[in-house]
T-cell receptor, first 115, second 110 residues
Framework: ETGVTQSPTHLIKTRGQQVTLRCSSQ?????VSWYQQALGQGPQFIFQ???????GRGNFPPRFSGLQFPNYSSELNVNALELDDSALYLC??????????????FGPGTRLTVL | DAKTTQPNSMESNEEEPVHLPCNHS???????IHWYRQLPSQGPEYVIH???SNVNNRMASLAIAEDRKSSTLILHRATLRDAAVYYC???????????FGQGTTLQVKP
């Protein structure tokens, strides 16, 4: 069984650029959640996708957007990058949404640095 | 917004029990309490979760106060591999939204 994988591992961008981060879910999982973790802080929920539809969103501006594909892999897109977007971006997959799931399986994250 | 409050750090000796406290006074009736831990350079790992009753699994126990405004994660015998940041989390109602706290950094001394 393959766990959650994310790519790339590290990324450096400059202010104003756009970035796409990718996540492959654990086999059999149909739900993907994305989190932003600033240095020394707990992860913050960005949004969740369930069966290719956005299924909940945290307090992040619209320049944070996502997609989930038919194979349940996912992308996180961030436009007009700002310095404060520098963080570890975590993807987590799970089976089902809401009350039907118990735990989320996290990937190792993508470390984004914005200069 | 719902939130959790945890001590910044705790220390334990190897082979001894550890009680990690968490306050969540703004919890609502449908919010679940989850605990995850995060080792350096890794994503968080599920530990345990509960709603109202105390819960046990192979990793830990979760004791939930009767009013649900606080909970305690119990590691029965700490090992060096248990050194990590432990997050007390609220899962909001019937959603997948996890609200992480600041976490408690657990040090385990040999």
């Amino acid at each position: 069984e393959t766990g959650v994988t994310q790519s790339p591992t590290h990324l450096i961008k400059t202010r104003g650029q756009q970035v796409t981060l990718r996540c492959s879910s654990q086999s059999g999982h149909n739900t993907v959640s994305w989190y932003q973790q600033a240095l020394g802080q707990g992860p913050q929920f960005i949004f969740q996708y369930y069966r290719e539809e956005e299924n909940g969103r945290g307090n992040f501006p619209p320049r944070f957007s996502g997609l989930q594909f038919p194979n349940y892999s996912s992308e996180l897109n961030v436009n007009a990058l700002e310095l404060d977007d520098s963080a570890l971006y975590l993807c987590a997959s799970s089976l089902g949404s809401g009350i039907t799931y118990n735990e989320q399986f996290f990937g190792p994250g993508t470390r984004l640095t914005v200069l | 917004d719902a939130k959790t409050t945890q001590p910044n750090s705790m220390e334990s000796n190897e082979e001894e029990p550890v009680h990690l406290p968490c306050n969540h006074s703004t919890i609502s009736g449908t919010d679940y309490i989850h605990w995850y831990r995060q080792l350096p350079s890794q994503g968080p790992e599920y530990v345990i979760h509960g709603l109202t009753s105390n819960v046990n699994n192979r990793m830990a126990s979760l004791a939930i106060a009767e009013d649900r405004k606080s909970s305690t994660l119990i590691l029965h015998r700490a090992t060096l591999r248990d050194a990590a940041v432990y997050y007390c989390i609220l899962r909001i109602g019937n959603t997948g939204k996890l609200i992480f706290g600041q976490g408690t950094t657990l040090q385990v001394k040999p």
